[in-house]
């Protein structure tokens, strides 16, 4: 049974780990690909000597770890993406990326946190975001700065929406929960530590989330990869989906090699 404490411990080992992460940015690392592997590296074991510390009978799935087929059995599973945006991690003038912690239980996440170190925030359901305020305009989405996909500029043509580039999928999230976005849409496939925590940040703020064929989200799957996601304000959801189905680009894509995806 998830309790106020795991809550707490979802936001305390973001929080923690994103400390960690800064110390790691702040040396003299000689440059970016070495930078990306000592936050991944420190972060992955920071982050599980401390579940295992704290919830010793629970699995982990980690971005990071080996996959262990017993966490299909565990009634609790932590999944967490250690360093979530590698690629702005690297880059010391970037800020838009983060740290994922999220807690399955028994068939659906029931705690996570989202922190975003650089800025000093975390996200998180112990305390949970208050719902973001409609804003009159076009319908904002979240988007990868570097290589915005075809299905979210064909999505925004076709509404007349408007693209706001960022870094990290948990950024991308967070900006809807944050009223910086109104959703974000991915179609090109993720991992489970990729969303599982954005998302339970998202549905405690009162947030809409799902597959972009308007199915439910499901984690501690055999296969970890996920091949969509929706995360938007609650009234915008029906023309987003209708909009969707109307796309061929929106179709399920096959499932890449580990690594191959983009936020």
């Known amino acids: 049974m998830t309790t106020g ?8 080992l973001a929080t923690s780990a994103g400390e960690l992460l800064l110390q790691v940015r702040s040396r003299q690392v000689p440059d970016a690909a070495a930078r990306k592997a000592a936050g991944d590296a420190e972060s992955h074991r920071f982050l599980l000597d401390r579940l295992r510390e704290l919830c010793p009978g629970d699995a982990v799935l980690s971005e990071e770890g080996a996959d262990d087929a017993a966490r299909l059995s565990a009634d609790r599973v932590w999944i967490v993406d250690p360093l979530d945006g590698t690629r702005e991690f690297s880059e010391l003038d970037r800020s838009d990326w983060a740290v994922h912690v999220a807690l399955w239980e028994r068939g659906d996440l029931t705690a996570g946190a989202v922190a975003i170190p650089a800025e000093g925030l975390t996200l998180s359901t112990e305390v949970r975001p208050p719902r973001p305020e409609a804003v009159d305009g076009p319908i904002r989405l979240a988007v990868s700065r570097s290589r915005p996909p075809a299905l979210v500029q064909d999505l925004a043509a076709g509404l007349g929406g408007e693209l706001v580039p960022m ?3 948990g950024v991308k999230a967070m900006a809807v929960v944050r009223g ?3 959703a974000y849409v991915h179609g090109g496939g993720q991992y489970e530590w990729d969303s599982a925590a ?21 984690y501690n799957q055999p296969d970890p990869w996920l091949p969509d996601l929706l995360v938007c304000r609650p009234e915008v959801a029906d023309r987003l989906l209708a909009a969707l189905a109307e796309l061929p680009s929106a179709a399920a894509p096959s499932r890449p090699n580990h690594g191959g995806v983009h936020a």
């Open 5 to 12: 404490n795991d809550h707490a411990i979802a936001a305390d």
């Open 167 to 169: 870094g990290s999928a």
């Open 180 to 182: 910086q976005a109104d």
């Open 198 to 218: 954005p998302v339970a940040v998202a549905r405690a703020a009162g947030l809409n989330t799902s597959r972009l064929d308007g199915s439910p989200l499901r």
